[in-house]
Nanobody, 112 residues
């Protein structure tokens, strides 16, 4: 049974940082392209970042230069380092693995 579990969300002030984790079980990360998505209240889920099996990375324009996606295949875990956070980054953040597997999400709130 595939399970993805996100963690690391929380409340942070504008300009602050958070590091999200996505830990997988029942699935091998190393040969898969993994992605982060987010969904703000009243909005559709949107792409945030992607990391390929070769560790190439891609970002939404809205987070480019502020967010960094990485992976530790030995730990079957993907990360999202989020710096210079803005109120508009407030959302539930989800990780996704090919095959239709989503985590339960972790809430990120950026507010003073």
């Amino acid at each position: 049974q595939v399970q993805l579990v996100e963690s690391g969300g929380g409340l942070v002030q504008p300009g602050g940082s958070l590091r999200l984790s996505c830990a997988g079980s029942g699935i091998i990360f190393s040969n898969k392209e993994m992605t982060w998505h987010r969904q703000a209240p009243g909005k559709e889920r949107e792409f945030v970042a992607r990391i390929t099996s070769a560790r190439s990375t891609y970002y939404a324009d809205s987070v480019k230069g502020r967010f960094t996606v990485s992976r530790d295949n030995a730990k079957n875990t993907m990360y999202l380092q989020m710096n210079s956070l803005k109120p508009e980054d407030t959302a539930v953040y989800y990780c996704y693995a090919p095959g239709g597997f989503w985590g339960q999400g972790t809430q990120v709130t950026v507010s003073s």
